[in-house]
């Protein structure tokens, strides 16, 4: 922790927010920092007050009686009220005369039906798959799948399951639930089907949507494949599935099971496209998001519809300065899959009925200028990435971007992880053209939205601070009893009150929520519970927040969060393998990279007469991906004699982050085994 803060705190560049002037009028604007203040302070004052009046911006089924009952660590807003998730998103642009108006522009990948694979030779001419959905259509197609899925025995407070590509149907299907009243549970298409079994029974979710492929680099990702072997697992178990329906996308052959197995146009072909939008109660399930903890189970964090739907559609519009009707198009190159693309493909941009931009492909399909070529064709205005995604098109070069107009472009954002300073600047002067402001947001899958952030006409902004807290958001860096830290010195970042995207809790584990969020932190005076977002910060003299990133036994790789312990059980499920250790390790591009300590079954390996060499690193790196996906695959694999452990029994994850990061034995030498007595007996007793 202390070398984060001495990283940054040589950083003293400041830059300025865009003048009001440049800024399109809407009430919402912030446009200056004395405002933001004026209104973050009376957002603490009086939350009913400021809450009620973010509320009265979306068309309720019936309005609240009270605006926040607090009771820690259980919040409930907007009680008495009535809302429909969708209506807000898609029905009310429509009957408000917007209806002919574009809600989601989409772009697949070129030539995704037409050739081959790149390697057949096949040239790609730049054709493009483009969709433009008006909310009349989205409003149809909402209804028409909400029907069919109602003809499934759908009921509302169900859980459907949806693991698609980024395609539309995928904002269609998450939006068809919301119509009904079920809660959708997303599962990244990157997933692999030990996780969806694990998320299906979890939730008891009877009903899958998914595709029979998506696109990726001119290959087809087969999900469909996947979906059916967790099924037939799942079949083996009380939660059987009872439907699959599949979107034709791709093509591509699938087995079928009859009875089980709908194919979504059969689906839909004949449902009535009136399908009223169910009032929901403001603290309705409006969906489910599995994510990963300390523990190697992955978390089903629930999230409610009014105080999520207010809460994004607030953020949204403040922090990118969304107005409608104006030609913005907003672009988030986040999937669906996770919270980002919840909240910021879907919900906060489609209530504020700006178009919301979607792309299936990779950034760098055909080329490494894909992204700047969209940006360029679509005229985007505000665009919103990761850090690890632009340290790759640092690293790809400037040509790329240079190549492009990127004029358009009016407002910046990142999201998933610190951003170091240089891709900072970068984003700034390579993409920004040096004019559009960074906002740098910090948040969870837990906080709906953004908590700490920059507001773009308001906020000065420095290259690594996610600056500010958002209205509502009483954000403080504290020690362990609770009291707020001096200036510039570590501690953990903590939320002293309640805001109306909060979690409302881990799905059917009421234990594992009051633990993990409400039971570390305190007020020192009052006792009251604080919420810990697990992650460490300091704040600088101007009170600018700086997260330096997680203090559990969380990783973030590429902006993704995995649980080491996760990894751990998919390596310990390999036959050969006794025991495991994964910590995180600096990476240039993913920010964090995995390094996996092994200590391999001497009898097995003997047995199978292998060696620790190059190969089985790849067959254990491989086992991983197939057991929870390729974004959980180790970077590094080290064979050890035997784990770092105290006296206690415990493993020394301490020194092997040290080990991991340090220079020694770094390179991929192959038969050494690690030995780690010497070093362990030098440490004593630690962690
Ligand atoms: C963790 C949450 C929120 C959407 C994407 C990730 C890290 C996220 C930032 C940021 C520093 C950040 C934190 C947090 N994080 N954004 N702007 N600056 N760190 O959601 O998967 O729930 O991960 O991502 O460590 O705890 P998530």
Redesign the pocket.
Known sequence: MSQAIESTLNESRVFPPVPAAQLKFSRWQVSSLEQYREMHKRSLEDPEGFWGEAAAVLRWAREWDKVLEWKAPDAKWFGGGQINACYNCVDRHVEDGHGEEVGIIWEGEPMSRRTGHPATGSHYAPMHELRWLRYREIQRETARLGNALKGMGVKKGDVVTIYMPMVPELVIAVLACARIGAAHSVIFGGFAPHAIVERVTDASSKVIITADGGFRKGEVIELKKNVDEACEVLATTPNKVRNVVVLQRTGARVEWRPGRDVWWHDAVEGASDHCPCEPMDAEDMLFLLY?SGSTGKPKGIVHTTAGYLVYTNLTARVTFNLIPGTGQVFWCTADVG???GHSYVIYGIMSNRVPTLMYEGAPNFPGNDRFWDIVARHRVTQLYTAPTAIRTFMKWGDEHPARHDLSSLKVLG??????NPEAWMWYHTHIGGGRCPVV???????TGGHVITPLPGATPTKPGS?TLPMFGIDAAVVNEAGEEMPRNHGGLLAIRRPWPGMLRGIFGNRERFVQGYWSRLKDPKTGEPYYF???GARCDPDGYFW?M??VDDVI?VS???LGTMEVESALVSHPGVAEAAVVGMPHEIKGTGICAFVTMKPAWMQAQSRTADEALRKELSNHVGHEIGAIARPDQVRFAEALPKTRSGKIMRRLLRDVAAGVEKITQDTTTLEDFSVVARLRGEEE
């Open positions: 994510t996770w919270v980002t990142t999201v998933g992880e610190p951003i740098d947001t910090y948040w969870q899958t837990e996610c977002s697990a992650d997260v990133g997680r973030n902006g993704h969060r």
